[in-house]
C-alpha cells in the first residue's frame, strides 16, 4: 500500500513558476513509476508527466514540455514537478500517482495510487 501527499500548489502570476510535491509512504518506491495528473473544472483529468523508477527516465505531454520538469530522490521517496513560465490554462487540480511497472504509462486508469490533489491557479 502506498500513500500519496502533494504539496505546493497556489497562486501565481503568468510567467511565474511553482514546485509541487509528492511524498509517498510504504515500501519500494523506486520501485513505482511516479506521475503527474491535472484537472481542470470541466475537463477530464489528463497526463503531465511520469518518471521512471530507478532510471529516472522522464516523458512530458506536449503542452509541457520545456517548461515543467519531473523529478525524485528516491532516499526521500518524493517525487517533484517544478513548472515554470506557467499560463492560466495551466490552472488545474494537480494530482501524483503511483503505479508498480517496469513501463510508464500516460493513461490514468492504469495507476495504482493517487494523492488527493493540490490547487494551482495562474492569473493573468
Known amino acids: 500500500q502506498v500513500q500519496l501527499v502533494e504539496s505546493g500548489g497556489g497562486l501565481v502570476q503568468a510567467g511565474g513558476s511553482l514546485r509541487l510535491s509528492c511524498a509517498a509512504s510504504?515500501?519500494?518506491?523506486?520501485?513505482?513509476?511516479m506521475g503527474w495528473f491535472r484537472q481542470a473544472p470541466g475537463k477530464e483529468r489528463e497526463f503531465v508527466a511520469v518518471i521512471m523508477g530507478s532510471s529516472s527516465r522522464s516523458y512530458y505531454a506536449d503542452s509541457v514540455k520545456g517548461r515543467f520538469t519531473i523529478s525524485r530522490d528516491n532516499a526521500k521517496n518524493t517525487v517533484y514537478l517544478q513548472m515554470n513560465s506557467l499560463k492560466p490554462e495551466d490552472t488545474a487540480v494537480y494530482y501524483c500517482?503511483?503505479?508498480?511497472?517496469?513501463?510508464?504509462?500516460?493513461?490514468?486508469?492504469?495507476?495504482?495510487?493517487w494523492g488527493q490533489g493540490t490547487q494551482v491557479t495562474v492569473s493573468s
Open positions: 510504504g515500501r519500494g518506491f523506486s520501485n513505482y513509476v
Open positions: 500517482a503511483a503505479e508498480f511497472s517496469m513501463y510508464y504509462s500516460t493513461v490514468a486508469h492504469e495507476y495504482d495510487y
